[in-house]
Each structure stands twice: as structure tokens, then as C-alpha cells.
């Protein structure tokens, strides 16, 4: 359960005269692994409410007067579940940009709770999310200049769906891409979709930019997207998010 308004860690901007946020909630993790080596790449963590409730829910109840204090506790929470459940390797976590009204100070936060926590920055992985329209693709581009400078990777989640697409790409370029479920879905069986993904991994290979396949859950896709030269894949084939846990994993068979 978050309770930020009880964190002993200091915020980058005053919220002594902001009421406690509204919203309890905790993470699931789910993995991204590395066909190649068999190896979990990282976890992303995803919100989820302590009833149960998926991310859609909890995302639903924030709005511009908590928006900074949720993304803030969202990243805290990140770091703490992922150091209590001793995490060796990356942890993706998605942020709001029109939360971060600075970047260099807005991650001051996430900074100390990795200190306090013993957690690695050169793990963390920071994910644009899909959950809000980028209005300012300039104040985007220096969060993503100020977290690359600070060693942190950074990904474009949900690629080729909403304003995820190749405009953004020409905009900056982030380490990771993800590409989008819906063009990952029955892949196997749709021309069109192999050819849009296999025309995106082209530009992604040329501008030395990962790729991760999410939403893979058959292994009609997972064979077509491994032989178009995708090895990172996230999806209920390997493995469900988990409440609070690190999920055990299946590996397909190529």
C-alpha cells in the first residue's frame, strides 16, 4: 500500500498544503525477458488496486490536482517493492510527462527512494505511458535528454498505437521501444501487421533502438515475431503480472 503523505523522503516541490492522496494502491511486476540467454531483462511495474483492481481503474481516478503526487508515488513504490523482492535486473516503470513539471527536479524523489532503498539507478527504466496525450513534445524530449544523462533508459510504451507512432520516433529517440499489443496480436496469421512490424524494426535497427513485442500470448506470435529477429517479448505466454510478487516464468520452445 502507498501512503506518500507518511514518506520521510523530501518532494521536489512543496506539498505541505496538499491533503493526502486519494488513491491507495500497490504494484504488480511483470517480467521482460531475453529469449537469447533465458534471462529476465527486467520487470515493469504495473499499478493495481489493493482490491484487485487493474491499472485502468486506478488511472481513472487521477486528475490534475494529484497528478504530480501520484506519479511520485508511483515511482517510490516501484523502487521499494522491487528492492524488498530483491530485483537484480532492470524495473520499468511508467511515468506521466505532464506530471514532471521539471525534470531534474522531479526526480529527486525517485533518487532518495532509491538511496534509502538500495536500489541500482543504472536499473531503472522509464516508460512513457499511453495514458496521457503529449501536448509539449519539446518539454518530452528534455525529460527523456535529463533521464539519459542521468544513465537511466527510456522506453516509448504502447509504439504504433494513439500518439505513439513514428512522429514521436522523429521527435527523440528513446533506447526501448514496445510495440503495441494490437499489432502484436495474431500476427502469425496477418500480412499486414508483419509487414507494418517488420518495416518498424528496420527503422529501429538503423537508429540502434531495442524492441520489445508485449501482449505476446500464443505461440503462433511469439514464433513469427522471433523469426522477424525479435528476443525481448513480454506477455501472458511467459508469465501473468503479479501482485507484489516476481512471477515464475514459462519459456516457450522456439
Known amino acids: 500500500m502507498v501512503t506518500p503523505q507518511n514518506s520521510s523522503m523530501a518532494p521536489c516541490k512543496s506539498c505541505q498544503d496538499r491533503p493526502p492522496l486519494p488513491i491507495d494502491f500497490s504494484m504488480a511486476f511483470q517480467p521482460i525477458v531475453d529469449v537469447r540467454s533465458r534471462k529476465v531483462f527486467a520487470y515493469e511495474a504495473l499499478v493495481r488496486g489493493l482490491d484487485g483492481r487493474g491499472a485502468a481503474e486506478i488511472l481513472g481516478q487521477v486528475n490534475d490536482e494529484i497528478r504530480y503526487q501520484f506519479d511520485q ?54 516508460e512513457i505511458t499511453e ?25 516509448i510504451d ?27 496480436r495474431a500476427i502469425d496469421t496477418n500480412p499486414v501487421r508483419h509487414a507494418i512490424v517488420q518495416g518498424i524494426l528496420g527503422v529501429c535497427q538503423a537508429l540502434s533502438i531495442e524492441v520489445i513485442a508485449e501482449g505476446v500470448e500464443t505461440l503462433a506470435e511469439y514464433r513469427t515475431l522471433r523469426a522477424l529477429g525479435i528476443h525481448y517479448f513480454q506477455g501472458y505466454l511467459f508469465a501473468k503480472p503479479a501482485f507484489e510478487q516476481l512471477p515464475a516464468i514459462s519459456w516457450p520452445e522456439d
Open 73 to 126: 508515488a508511483c515511482r517510490v513504490s516501484a523502487v521499494r517493492l522491487a528492492a524488498q523482492l530483491g530485483v537484480d535486473c532492470g524495473v520499468s516503470i511508467n511515468f506521466l510527462p505532464n506530471a514532471v513539471y521539471e525534470p531534474a527536479a522531479c526526480l529527486r524523489t525517485t533518487l532518495e527512494a532509491a538511496r534509502q532503498y538500495q536500489f541500482p539507478t543504472n536499473h531503472l527504466i522509464f
Open 131 to 155: 495514458n496521457e496525450r503529449v501536448v509539449d513534445k519539446d518539454h518530452l524530449k528534455r525529460i527523456v535528454q535529463e533521464y539519459r544523462r542521468r544513465g537511466f533508459k527510456t522506453a
Open 158 to 184: 504502447d509504439f504504433g498505437a494513439g500518439y505513439s507512432g513514428l512522429n514521436l520516433l522523429a521527435e527523440f529517440q528513446p533506447d526501448i521501444i514496445k510495440l503495441d499489443m494490437e499489432l502484436v
